[in-house]
């Protein structure tokens, strides 16, 4: 069972960063590819970004490119997501989730039944 525990969220001005992350339990982080969601009050839960097994590719969705970063740190069992130039419309709980499949190299990453576990989600808060 693996377990991922997201943390970082939390109430920021708009222009303003954050920077989540996300650490996993377990020995095989480092085997598979991590997203990051995020959902509004009243929306669907929507992909951010995604990272592959080994620290790349990397994808964004159009809206975040530019703005946001995702990174990983094997050794540490750490996926990170560093927003820059956060918008009121940033504003959702965040979530992190493991992508199915080991070493994973092909495409897609956007959709949620990719994803086999997820975290618990943070909180991020953009005011005007």
């Known amino acids: 069972q693996v377990q991922l525990v997201e943390s970082g969220g939390g109430l920021v001005q708009s222009g303003g960063s954050l920077r989540l992350s996300c650490a996993a339990s377990?020995?095989?982080?480092?085997?598979?590819?991590m997203g990051w969601f995020r959902q509004a009050p009243g929306k669907e839960r929507e992909f951010v970004a995604a990272?592959?097994?080994?620290?790349?590719?990397?994808y964004y969705t159009n809206s975040v490119k530019g703005r946001f970063t995702i990174s990983r740190d094997n050794a540490k069992n750490t996926v990170y997501l560093q927003m820059n130039s956060l918008k009121p419309e940033d504003t959702a709980v965040y979530y992190c989730?493991?992508?199915?499949?080991?070493?994973?190299?092909?495409?897609?990453?956007?959709?949620?039944?990719?994803?086999?576990?997820w975290g618990q989600g943070t909180q991020v808060t953009v005011s005007s």
């Open positions: 990272i592959g097994w080994s620290g790349g590719p990397t």
């Open positions: 989730a493991r992508r199915l499949g080991e070493f994973y190299s092909g495409p897609g990453y956007m959709t949620s039944p990719l994803y086999d576990y």
């Open positions: 377990g020995r095989t982080f480092s085997r598979y590819a």
